[in-house]
């Protein structure tokens, strides 16, 4: 099959920046021209609006002082206006040599907004063109709202190209501006529009209103169009541009007829430092660069990625610079801890892997999602647990903590059949809970340990619901042991650390009175 060059034109730095709320500096949008076009490797970016501001001018002209220095200012594209010679000179200021000349594409547009005929702005584009030819800048024209022309003015629409096509511009620029098209329509506007134009060089601008875009961009290339336009994360104003790593993705597998320069594997970077210098968080479902999106969360998919590559697709991660996990939580099974176990080089019997993959389970009711590196916790919980003979269990609790009041904690406890209940006051939850479990053990006449040592661990990188590791260190018999809690709840993973260490000391057999420990509570 003879393959088709498409040329990308990347516009997050002006298209994309129309995004509610972001406002890139001179120095982000350098970074961002840079690795767009030295690692990314889009043939030409648009960078911004001529006119718009001081800030904008600067960033522009940082931007082709660098091009200039390294071959790249003839991919520096500046939108600009049917304004006279005023977006000519600051263009011309800025150091830009590639213009994109908004031109009103609509009937609607040209009639309600300029209040003009169409020659009358036909002239008006002659004499921009005609300096901008003067002055060594490269034309290119946007058709503003071209789409609405096409379903409401197509007689319009036509007049226009007719007229450009004999200008010197070197492409035509075709915007969904509205983000209306369907599938169907893009192909057929397109289709006809290269048709009777052969020779000259169409580019589509896709909006994503109607969650489109992508598939609009396909249609488009497939009817004739010679280039596209993308945004990083599919980035712009209302519900964005077309993305360009998903858009890149459809063409690599879905249409092999369609050849582009983009280096694939520095997709997931550009998106992580627009992500970034944005502020606009990237959805963890957003296709090829959403965290979730390369995560087998459901056992039996990490089992039959085991056995064959069941659930794998053309869409492998290591084309993007990621890579596969195996989400841990309560749909996981044996083969999502057994692949992240081996990542971090553990290996256990067939009885402790049950064990764990039972504890992942049990947390994942309570917790959104295990991380990997939870598991050496689990693991360390679930051995210390086996160790201990459960007698002792803390059937029930409430722990309270309010302003200016001290924290309360009421405690219900099983020994064997027998089953106790109180409540106390502390200088802390666990404080609370520990003073009514002394008042339990008071009336079985037991001394509980001295609590020598108490640490909290999560796990790197933990987040506000990370699993937490409580061990505590207690004075039994005159030696030291250690007995560990582990819970997304700080104060339940000592509780459970403390449940331990009840069933190491069990219940003795030479009791002391209860006047000592009435002596230590008060």
């Known amino acids: 099959m003879n393959s088709r060059y498409i040329e990308i034109m990347d516009t997050t730095l002006r298209d994309g920046e129309q995004t509610s709320g972001v406002s890139f500096s001179a120095s982000e949008k350098l970074t961002?021209?840079?690795?767009?076009?030295?690692?990314?490797?889009?043939?030409?970016?648009?960078?911004?609006?001529?006119?718009?501001?001081?800030?904008?001018?600067?960033?522009?002209?940082?931007?082709?002082?660098?091009?200039?220095?390294?071959?790249?200012?003839?991919?520096?594209?500046?939108?600009?206006?049917?304004?006279?010679?005023?977006?000519?000179?600051?263009?011309?200021?800025?150091?830009?040599?590639v213009m994109n000349l908004l031109t009103k594409g609509s009937l609607n547009h040209l009639t309600h907004q300029l209040k003009k005929s169409p020659q009358e702005h036909f002239e008006d584009i002659r004499n921009v063109i005609e300096l901008a030819e003067a002055k060594g800048i490269e034309c290119n024209v946007y058709l503003e709202d071209w789409s609405n022309g096409m379903r409401s003015?197509?007689?319009?629409?036509?007049?226009?190209?007719?007229?450009?096509?004999?200008?010197?511009?070197?492409?035509?620029?075709?915007?969904?501006?509205?983000?209306?098209?369907?599938?169907?329509?893009?192909?057929?506007?397109?289709?006809?529009?290269?048709?009777?134009?052969?020779?000259?060089?169409?580019?589509?601008?896709?909006?994503?209103?109607?969650?489109?875009?992508?598939?609009?961009?396909?249609?488009?290339?497939?009817?004739?169009?010679?280039?596209?336009?993308?945004?990083?994360?599919?980035?712009?104003?209302r519900t964005g541009n077309a993305p360009l790593a998903s858009t890149i993705a459809v063409l690599n597998d879905l249409m092999p007829e369609c050849t582009t320069s983009v280096n694939e594997r520095s997709l997931y970077s550009i998106s992580k430092l627009v992500e970034t210098f944005s502020g606009i968080r990237i959805p963890a479902n957003k296709p090829i660069v959403g965290e979730s999106v390369f995560t087998q969360t459901a056992g039996i998919h990490a089992d039959g990625d085991k056995k064959n590559n069941l659930y794998f697709s053309k869409l492998m991660p290591e084309r993007f610079g990621r890579q596969r996990l195996y989400a841990l939580g309560k749909t996981s099974g044996k083969a999502n801890i057994e692949n992240n176990l081996r990542d971090l080089g553990i290996t256990l019997s067939d009885g402790d892997l049950k064990k764990v993959t039972q504890r992942i389970i049990e947390l994942g009711d309570r917790k959104e999602a295990v991380t990997p590196e939870d598991l050496p916790y689990i693991i360390s919980d679930i051995l210390d647990s086996d160790a201990i003979e459960e007698k002792v269990v803390i059937t029930n609790y409430v722990l309270t903590h309010s302003k200016n009041l001290k924290p309360s904690a009421t405690l219900q406890i099983r020994f064997g059949e027998e089953v106790f209940e109180e409540n106390a006051q502390g200088d802390g939850q666990y404080d609370a809970f520990m003073n009514a479990l002394k008042k339990i053990y008071l009336k079985k006449c037991i001394s509980l340990p001295m609590l020598t040592d108490y640490t909290v661990r999560i796990p790197p990188g933990g987040r506000t619901d990370a699993l937490c590791e409580t061990i505590i260190t207690w004075e039994i018999h005159g030696k030291e042991v250690k007995t560990r809690g582990l819970d997304s709840d700080q104060t339940f993973s000592a509780i459970m650390a403390t449940q331990k260490m009840l069933n190491l000391i069990g219940v003795p057999e030479n009791r002391i009175t209860p006047e000592p420990l009435a002596d230590a509570l008060s």
């Open 153 to 237: 003015s197509r007689e319009y629409v036509f007049q226009s190209l007719d007229f450009l096509t004999t200008m010197p511009v070197k492409r035509i620029l075709l915007p969904d501006t509205l983000g209306i098209l369907t599938p169907f329509e893009s192909y057929a506007f397109v289709k006809e529009i290269v048709d009777r134009y052969p020779g000259h060089h169409f580019e589509f601008h896709a909006h994503n209103d109607y969650d489109l875009s992508v598939a609009n961009v396909m249609e488009a290339l497939r009817a004739g169009a010679h280039g596209l336009h993308l945004t990083v994360n599919g980035m712009g104003e």
């Open 32 to 97: 961002i021209a840079q690795i767009l076009l030295q690692e990314v490797k889009v043939d030409r970016i648009e960078v911004a609006s001529a006119r718009v501001s001081e800030g904008e001018f600067q960033a522009v002209k940082k931007i082709t002082d660098w091009a200039k220095n390294n071959g790249f200012l003839d991919k520096i594209e500046v939108l600009t206006f049917v304004d006279g010679d005023a977006s000519i000179n600051w263009m011309v200021q800025a150091g830009a040599k």
